[in-house]
């Protein structure tokens, strides 16, 4: 709870004294993006000495809030102090600080984001209904509906365990009551920060399992909600606690780059500004240091850190279209790196994230190289975006202001993903996953998983639209997030063009297009699971498995492997004649020889045939491009002319390429039946990658009716392909 939060402390002060100048840094950090929370929590983490207690805090608050809402009503803020600063008279932190210390703190967290005054004025009055003889009714008389609804949410959250002990039901019950209004969630990751910039005083067990907690379930909140100004901080704080040792090296590093004598990143960034300056684009060239955790990352990855290797620029401009002449101007001047350019302005993240990501590599000469004449090639990363943009990429959610206000003229329709006007997308999903999953346990754990996914992938629709999906996802969970549960009718898909089956692993950028089965009554495949990642896939399967237990022996009509059916003769009719076959109706011009029909390549009229003499005589007929006539002709065995006469029955051998589904061998047999086929054999081989191939030989009693029957077989859901077949055939 937050009344076991403690003095403040730096990330150095919890895992030991930190060491090193900080003085040094300070020049750098004048082009910091404006937000001023990344600089306060950035000078904690370098910082060795504690902070006093927060001087005039409201005052703070005050200022902090009308830098983003300069025309705000401040006397709700007045009020809700007065009320948080005599409620909480008397009752004390553990470092012996007065408590209303933590409530300012948190508020003022969220006043540098830029959150509306409804949530700063919840925000100090967060812990009042939990710590003090306050109560909601109280709260809402004197401050609205609106604010006691978001502080009876925040009272709930701190009631919930988000550890691995975590009561399901509980977490969802809270989730369903809070999760409706994202500004809940606001005010709860903010104290979250508050409580771990102040956890010095904590047993080290207990710090870590608060650092455990916040690593596996706030921080992946604060991401899918958008707020990275948050979400880094508490990144480096969980950092300095459970990772000590590689916490104190990469501050080291940070340290020592401050010192040094050059600076890469401010020679680009002033190469930058000339670039733009000279094209005539208004923009402003920021250097972006690195956080702790991601230098952690980049190091981990490349070995010996570069100058260009501890921060990125950030250039900030006016209008979109600027955003692509910056991006043109600096591709034309230097040389890009192309595998490191992504649009996310187009394609937003599903977090409302909007920037243009490149990286440029400008040659520079090697001062440790003999002669200096060594090139090295300097490569930095480029983050291009609007203010507007920056200002969501920081704040997120808290960026969007009142959730039940119409969007300011600031706000344009691509800033969210907003199903609803109260909550972002994501959160919109997961209100809906809870409805749907079977149980809280399955709820819970899809929760989690989903939690753990860090990165996504952006794939395409056919009529342009896009599906947001973690990495590693599938053509199943594509189906289930462009569907719903009408994915249960998907038969297969085609990834960039070409047939794909939906355990077939997407890529970033792929464009997929879904073949949805017509019957109604469809099932989801019990291995789609398997191939499950996305909450919305898998509780949506789930769930349908629930409700249909698998039976007791395999589903007769699942596609396996039938054993060849003996071949049958021609039909004759007790009293008659046999019919005209289609080898009959073949007219060669060897007068008397016997003739038969190439089991290769099972000619039918109105195929182009050619004709050669085998063993005996007799001539073999053949389709034109079958590959046995290649190989006689290059045998030099010479071609028999020959036409079709009459059509007549005849007989075929057809392949049917499908996606495994139950009931598709009755459907097929239906289809060939209804078309008036006799089958002579079948085979169907033991599914494969989903993918089943059925080969039927058929009795037809007129040739003129193949076409017909193959455009049957193919109307069969879950079938994308019938052929004629093509055996490999000896040469005689």
């Not at 990344?38 to 902070?51: C, D, F, I, K, M």
């Not at 609007?386 to 969007?407: C, D, F, I, R, S």
Request: aromatic fraction near 4%.
């Amino acid at each position: 709870m937050s009344a076991e939060a403690t003095n403040p402390a730096s990330p150095g002060a919890v895992t030991g004294p930190a060491t090193g100048p900080v003085a040094p840094a300070a020049p750098r950090r004048r082009s910091l993006p404006r937000i001023d929370l990344r600089r306060l929590g950035r000078a904690a983490l370098l910082g060795s000495a504690t902070r006093d207690r927060l001087p005039d805090a409201i005052g703070h608050v005050v200022d902090a809030h009308r830098a983003h809402h300069p025309d705000a009503d401040l006397e709700p803020l007045r009020r809700a102090y007065v009320l948080a600063e005599s409620s909480h008279r008397g009752q004390m932190r553990k470092s012996g600080e007065p408590y209303i210390t933590h409530p300012l703190a948190v508020t003022l967290i969220l006043a540098e984001l830029g959150a509306e005054t409804t949530t700063l004025t919840a925000s100090l009055l967060h812990d009042t209904v939990e710590d003090t003889e306050v109560t909601l009714d109280q709260v809402g008389e004197q401050f609205g509906e609106e604010v006691r609804y978001l502080v009876d949410g925040v009272t709930k959250l701190e009631k919930v365990d988000y550890g691995a002990a975590a009561e399901p039901e509980t977490f969802r019950k809270m989730l369903v009551a809070t999760g409706n209004d994202v500004r809940v969630m606001s005010i709860k990751l903010a104290d979250r920060l508050h409580n771990m910039r102040t956890l010095g005083v904590m047993r080290p067990e207990k710090q870590a399992r608060i650092a455990k907690v916040t690593r596996d379930v706030l921080i992946p909140l604060a991401e899918r909600l958008g707020v990275q100004a948050l979400k880094t901080e508490l990144e480096d704080l969980v950092f300095a606690i459970l990772h000590p040792e590689e916490y104190e090296h990469t501050r080291e590093l940070i340290v020592e780059n401050a010192t040094r004598p050059d600076d890469p990143l401010a020679e680009i960034a002033d190469e930058m500004r000339s670039v733009l300056r000279e094209a005539g684009i208004q923009a402003e060239v920021l250097i972006r240091p690195r956080h702790f955790v991601s230098l952690h990352r980049v190091s981990r990855k490349r070995g010996r850190l570069r100058g260009t290797d501890f921060g990125r620029i950030l250039v900030l401009v006016n209008e979109d279209a600027d955003c692509y002449g910056v991006l043109g101007e600096l591709h034309t001047c230097m040389t890009p790196v192309v595998s490191e350019f992504k649009d996310f302005i187009a394609v937003p993240k599903f977090n409302l994230y909007q920037s243009l990501h490149t990286a440029v590599a400008l040659p520079r000469a090697r001062p440790d190289s003999p002669g200096g004449t060594a090139m090295d090639r300097q490569v930095v990363e480029v983050l291009i975006r609007t203010h507007q943009m920056h200002k969501v990429a920081e704040a997120g959610v808290v960026a969007l202001g009142n959730p039940y206000a119409p969007p300011s003229e600031e706000q344009s329709p691509a800033d969210g993903e907003r199903v609803d006007p109260t909550r972002p997308g994501w959160l919109s999903r997961l209100l809906d996953w809870q409805q749907s999953a079977p149980d809280p346990d399955t709820f819970w754990s899809t929760l989690r998983e989903d939690l753990a996914q860090d990165r996504e992938i952006t794939v395409f629709r056919p009529d342009g639209g896009t599906l947001g999906l973690p990495e590693g996802a599938t053509c199943v969970d594509a189906a289930y997030a462009q569907y719903g549960e009408d994915a249960h009718a998907c038969i297969g898909a085609r990834v960039n063009g070409r047939l794909a089956t939906l355990s077939t692993v997407l890529k970033d950028g792929d464009t997929v297009q879904l073949l949805m089965g017509q019957d109604p009554a469809s099932e989801p495949s019990r291995e789609w699971l398997e191939h499950a990642h996305t909450p919305a896939a898998r509780i949506a399967i789930q769930r349908w498995l629930a409700t249909h237990p698998a039976p007791a022996t395999a589903d007769a009509e699942t596609p396996t492997r039938t054993p060849p059916v003996a071949e049958a003769a021609p039909r004759r009719a007790a009293d008659g004649p046999a019919p005209r076959t289609a080898a009959d109706a073949v007219v060669v011009d060897r007068p008397g020889a016997s003739v038969r029909l190439a089991g290769c390549c099972t000619p039918v009229p109105p195929d182009e045939v050619t004709a050669f003499v085998v063993r005996g005589g007799a001539v073999t007929v053949h389709r034109v491009g079958c590959a046995a006539v290649a190989r006689m002709k290059s045998a030099g065995r010479a071609e028999v002319g020959v036409r079709w006469g009459d059509t007549a029955e005849c007989r075929v051998t057809l392949v049917a390429e499908s996606f495994g589904r139950p009931h598709l061998l009755a459907d097929l047999t239906e289809a060939i039946a209804l078309e008036g086929a006799e089958i002579v054999s079948a085979t169907v081989e033991p599914p494969s990658q989903q993918r089943v191939r059925h080969t039927y030989t058929l009795l037809l009693a007129d040739a003129a009716q193949l076409p017909s029957l193959m455009r049957a077989m193919r109307n069969v859901p879950g079938v994308y392909d019938v052929s004629r077949a093509q055996h490999h055939a000896p040469t005689w």
